[in-house]
């Protein structure tokens, strides 16, 4: 833009979540004034571009950090280029830490893993599925490390939406693993508790 008006960072639509989460996180790291154009829904759904401040983005991933009192990474399962993905990566980046992004993992299961792996007390963890008479499948994960049930219930509650979080915990000393490291999840469903 000319005339002394700002410039405007914009999100590629068409560009990875890798590529929107470094461009967003380049402009959180710049001190400047520069607003952030994102797309929204709106009430239309309808997708439209809209212009947000750096004080108003700021303030907004701040208050719902204070609201759910959450630290650390979050799981990116939405487009960074729309204002609610944006959020989970300014979150991530006011707590220090990169978002786990959602397209880095084969299955939603490895994305909730890696986001689990964060946490500071935990060592090592698998994400698998037992049958529910409910549900279906119900998700479950055997985590070894100090952190204990309500530590990692609270923890993925602050980051991960109800459907991807674990219902069932297993805190276990080590994951039953074949010769070639691969974890038995066969071995966890049998384990597993209802």
Do not use: I, N
Request: charged share 25%.
């Amino acid at each position: 833009m000319s005339g002394g008006a700002a410039s405007l960072v914009a999100m590629d639509l068409q560009g990875s979540a890798a590529d929107a989460v470094r461009a967003l996180t380049g402009w959180l790291e710049r001190d400047d004034e520069e607003p952030l154009v994102v797309t929204t829904s709106g009430s239309t759904g309808r997708p439209k571009r809209v212009m947000l401040r750096r004080a108003a983005v700021l303030a907004s991933a701040r208050a719902t950090r204070a609201r759910l009192g959450a630290e650390g990474a979050w799981l990116l399962t939405l487009p960074p280029t729309y204002v609610a993905g944006a959020q989970v990566v300014c979150r991530s980046w006011l707590a220090g830490h990169r978002p786990v992004l959602a397209e880095d993992h084969p299955t939603f299961a490895e994305a909730t893993a890696a986001l689990l792996r964060e946490h500071p007390d935990v060592v090592d963890v698998a994400v698998y599925g037992v049958d529910d008479p409910t549900w279906g499948r119900r998700v479950c994960a055997a985590v070894v490390g100090a952190a204990d049930e309500q530590e990692l219930a609270a923890w993925c509650r602050d980051r991960l939406a109800p459907p991807k979080r674990p219902k069932t915990w297993l805190v276990t000393d080590d994951l039953p693993r074949t010769l070639t490291g691969k974890v038995r999840r066969d071995l966890l469903a049998e384990r597993t508790t209802t």
